[in-house]
């Protein structure tokens, strides 16, 4: 596969605080990958490493094949972003706007524009001001902006933040869109799982500046195991139980009574009569399997997510 982003021991300090820690990133080309991690994780100061925004203070970038910091300017030309979205003229149109960053960046081709407002579903804003519009049609009005012309590669940081369901909706669409019918690689930071769950093929998990696993969403779910889940009155005594009679060693004991046995899958009939007779309560049982939450938690080592 063709590599669209390489990172090599990227590191970025400030002071004795180290923000990135020796990164090593790989997208390919055609990908949306998705780089996920708490608040504070790296992610933006990464970004920022990636468009020339700030140096990094050890460590190389390369993008297209390139080293950014000797052919930053050609680089730039063929990628769009958003990053800490940046305001428009609220008293003018989207197309007004999109006329002005057109000029602004030497987009010269005819009907670039209109082609944008399509593909970002807003051609039929004609009218109404950007002061006017909701957060999510500012966030498409800037992903118009973005490709107008024409990037090879996309990087959006947290581009759903703030936004409704309907809003996230109607970003997820055109992303996936950007990605499936114009063929444009795309880097989308999030601190939301679910988000990166349904848009992403790979994706990079960052703690603390360190670049934990890239993994990809095919090779993710094989790891994923299903697993048995009760709910009882005692898990203490259900997890004796288990490892007593059955042999049961491959299970989490997790909060408010839940257990979860990775093996036996099918036999929760016998477990619920081990438990029933031995006068523990089974208020629930379930069969599932691990999720990108549950994955993320482990790898770094608890915490919470957003």
Do not use: D, S, T, Y
């Given at each position: 596969m063709t590599a669209v982003i390489k990172t090599i021991r990227l590191t970025k300090a400030y002071g004795d605080q180290i923000a990135v820690d020796n990164l090593q990133m790989n997208v390919n080309q055609g990908q949306i990958y998705g780089f996920l991690g708490q608040n504070g994780a790296g992610k933006t100061t990464t970004i920022r490493m990636l468009l020339g925004l700030i140096k990094p203070t050890q460590g190389q970038i390369e993008i297209f094949g390139e080293n950014l910091l000797e052919k930053q300017r050609d680089i730039l030309k063929r990628i769009g972003s958003i990053v800490e979205f940046s305001g428009f003229y609220e008293n003018l149109t989207a197309r007004e706007n999109l006329l002005i960053h057109a000029k602004l960046?030497?987009?010269h081709k005819k009907n670039a524009v209109e082609e944008a407002?399509?593909?970002?579903?807003?051609q039929a804003e004609t009218k109404k001001r950007v002061g006017q519009f909701s957060l999510g049609m500012k966030q498409r009005l800037g992903i118009a902006r973005a490709i107008l012309h024409h990037p090879e590669l996309l990087i959006l940081d947290e581009p759903t933040n703030g936004l409704d369901?309907?809003?996230i909706k109607e970003i997820r669409r055109l992303i996936k869109s950007l990605a499936e019918e114009r063929k444009i690689t795309i880097l989308i930071s999030s601190h939301i799982l679910t988000e990166v769950e349904q848009l992403a093929d790979h994706?990079?998990?960052?703690?603390?500046g360190k670049l934990l696993e890239e993994i990809s969403f095919n090779e993710l779910?094989?790891?994923?195991r299903k697993y048995l889940e009760f709910q009882v009155s005692d898990e203490s005594k259900a997890a004796m139980l288990m490892e007593k009679h059955f042999a049961i060693f491959d299970y989490e004991v997790h909060d408010e009574g839940n257990i979860r046995v990775y093996s036996h899958i099918g036999e929760q009939s016998k477990l619920n009569k081990l438990f029933v007779e031995h006068g523990i309560d089974v208020f629930k049982i379930t069969t599932s399997e691990d999720r990108l939450e549950d994955y993320f938690i482990k790898l770094i080592g608890g915490g919470t997510v957003g």
């Open positions: 960046k030497g987009v407002l399509e593909i970002a579903g807003l369901p309907i809003g994706i990079g998990i960052i703690h603390q779910r094989k790891r994923n």
